[in-house]
T-cell receptor, first 115, second 112 residues
């Protein structure tokens, strides 16, 4: 039972346009969300995070939006660049899981930014 | 600044063989963990450690052992490899359990 769902396995966007990657979750106890980016043959790298007390967090070209009532978050990349082509994972933490809070991962969305 | 280093990058084993996947980090992180990534399954936690001498099981611990004798190293042992353990294995570390993870580049293991 996937508690973190990334319903789009893939997304294709033109260079310079906005990329929007979506993530839905089912557990209302999740209070911290992270996005990781993964290139082929490399490990995931942390991109951006958001706490449930916020509804937006921005870091350069990357912005994450959180809609708690809809249990939905999205990652916006503006403008998209060919180097952004990667698999993007959404992950969440449960506030009741203690200090060793394990991440619950989505299955990822493969983004292709076309020149 | 090496970060998290995993060795080997690739490994082929026969069913029943044993091996150890090595993981070392040079960031003085307390928290270390092992994940496996399989198609359609996402990243699944195998074992984790919150500090030297302390380990605990994740979602899919069966068939794997770990130890944490130093802060830097967190090896993953397969005692008797099975084809179901064919996967890509990632080691990750963080300053503490709640911090963003730093991942190694993975070990691709095939068990025939």
């Amino acid at each position: 039972d996937q508690q973190v769902k990334q319903n789009s396995p893939s997304l294709s966007v033109q260079e310079g346009r906005i990329s929007i990657l979506n993530c839905d979750y089912t557990n209302s106890m999740f209070d911290y969300f992270l996005w990781y980016k993964k290139y082929p043959a490399e490990g995931p790298t942390f991109l951006i995070s958001i706490s449930s007390i916020k509804d937006k967090n921005e870091d350069g070209r990357f912005t994450v939006f959180l809609n708690k009532s809809a249990k939905h978050l999205s990652l916006h990349i503006v403008p998209s660049q060919p180097g952004d082509s990667a698999v993007y994972f959404c992950a969440a933490k449960n506030k009741n899981a203690g200090n060793n809070r394990k991440l619950i991962w989505g299955l990822g969305t493969s983004l292709a930014v076309n020149p | 600044n090496a970060g998290v280093t995993q060795t080997p990058k690739f490994q082929v084993l026969k069913t029943g063989q044993s091996m150890t996947l090595q993981c070392a980090q040079d960031m003085n992180h307390e928290y270390m963990s092992w994940y496996r990534q399989d198609p359609g399954m996402g990243l699944r936690l195998i074992h984790y450690s919150v500090g030297a001498g302390i380990t605990d099981q994740g979602e899919v611990p069966n068939g794997y052992n770990v130890s944490r004798s130093t802060t830097e190293d967190f090896p993953l042992r397969l005692l008797s490899a099975a084809p179901s353990q064919t996967s890509v294995y990632f080691c990750a570390s963080s300053r503490q359990g709640g911090s963003p993870l730093h991942f190694g580049n993975g070990t691709r293991l095939t068990v025939t």
